[in-house]
């Protein structure tokens, strides 16, 4: 499966951004997805999962209450809704994603097999 993440930019602190990751050759709905980011100099990093066909979600500490992930499978669409973001998500951020036959999601990025290209989000103070 191909992934393609976008909706990236240049917001101010307190601004929202929309990140998409579409997926192509296979169906979505088999797959668990997650979003990750990377700040220069940093590790990559968990930003936020959900289970394959959506019934759960899980958020890193720094973003619970401001991201939101979901999915649309019948699109073959998983989404990261970004709101009240401050200079500190600035970051490539990347959608990756992993076969999935049970309701799990992963939080480590060598769970997972497929990753977008990424989307830089960069956030003014």
């Known amino acids: 499966v191909q992934l393609q993440a976008s909706g990236g930019g240049l917001v101010q602190a307190g601004g929202s951004l929309r990140l998409s990751c579409t997926a192509s050759g296979r169906t979505l709905s088999s797959y668990a997805m997650g979003w990750f980011r990377q700040a220069p100099g940093k590790e990559r990093e968990f930003v936020a999962a959900i289970t394959r066909v959506g019934r759960r979600t899980l958020y890193a500490d720094s973003v619970k209450g401001r991201f939101t992930i979901s999915r649309d499978n019948a699109k073959n669409t998983v989404s990261l809704q970004m709101n009240s973001l401050q200079p500190e998500d600035t970051a490539v951020y990347f959608c990756?994603?992993?076969?999935?036959?049970?309701?799990?999601?992963?939080?480590?990025?060598?769970?997972?097999?497929?990753w977008g290209q990424g989307t830089q989000v960069t956030v003014s103070s």
């Open positions: 990756a994603g992993r076969s999935s036959v049970t309701g799990a999601y992963y939080i480590t990025a060598n769970e997972y097999t497929y």
